[in-house]
């Protein structure tokens, strides 16, 4: 059983385009990341979420992307204007701040 | 800033072997190291963690060392098989949150 599930797999769309990428912690963490992956480069930490606020985020979580967990259970990351630069697989994690973090399959984002 | 390295970027093995996969952080100041496997197009594997205050950590065929100090960690795997054939990541925290990756070694084992 996946520790995390994330929806759609795949996501196309086009530039200037909302997103909304879906998460769902099967356990109850405190703790809920959100990294991304562009084809070819590293893992980069986006925004962590505790106590359902943002605890920390990078230099590329900018006024474009946004995180919410609406219903207590579903975790969503909202890019607002895609741009042909956001294509990237973006991993949702959960964990408990120091110990081991979970990561879901992915959902791949392909900007047009 | 924290930067982290992985060398070598690729390696190529017969099954059967012994390797060992490198991993150095620039700063030390770090509150635990985690190693992942990650499979083509696949999400992350946790592997294995270790906390700043610990060696090494062990699971299966797989031994994960920690020399806080010198900024370093190696992943060993031993008897490799054909299975063991993925990316592997090495990332640090500090003050437990945050990851921060390496860009991964991929490792091939021949049958």
């Known amino acids: 059983e996946p520790e995390v599930t994330q929806t759609p797999s795949h996501q196309v769309t086009q530039m200037g385009q909302e997103v909304i990428l879906r998460c769902v912690p099967i356990?109850?963490?405190?703790?809920f990341y959100w990294y991304r992956q562009i084809l070819g480069q590293k893992v980069e930490f986006l925004v962590s979420?505790?106590?359902?606020?943002?605890?920390?985020k990078s230099e590329i979580f900018d006024d474009q992307f946004s995180v919410e967990r609406p219903d207590g259970s579903n975790f969503t990351l909202k890019i607002r204007s895609t741009k042909l630069e956001d294509s990237a697989m973006y991993f949702c994690?959960?964990?408990?701040?120091?110990?081991?973090?979970?990561f879901g399959p992915g959902t791949r984002l392909t900007v047009l | 800033k924290q930067e982290v390295t992985q060398i070598p970027a690729a390696l190529s093995v017969p099954e059967g072997e012994n390797l060992v996969l490198n991993c150095s952080f620039t700063?030390?100041?770090?509150?635990?190291l985690q190693w992942f496997r990650q499979d083509p197009g696949k999400g992350l594997t946790s592997l294995l963690l270790?906390?700043?205050?610990?060696r090494e950590q062990t699971s299966g065929r797989l031994n994960a060392s920690l020399d806080k100090s010198s900024g370093r960690s190696t992943l060993y795997i031993a008897a490799s098989q054909p299975g063991d054939s993925a990316t592997y990541l090495c990332?640090?925290?500090?003050?437990?949150?945050?990851?921060?990756f390496g860009k991964g070694t991929t490792l091939s084992v021949s049958s």
């Open positions: 994690a959960r964990g408990r701040g120091t110990d081991t973090q979970y």
């Open positions: 270790i906390q700043s205050s610990q």
């Open positions: 700063d030390s100041a770090i509150y635990n």
């Open positions: 979420f505790y106590n359902n606020e943002i605890s920390e």
């Open positions: 990332a640090v925290t500090k003050a437990g949150t945050a990851l921060i």
């Open positions: 356990s109850n963490h405190l703790y």
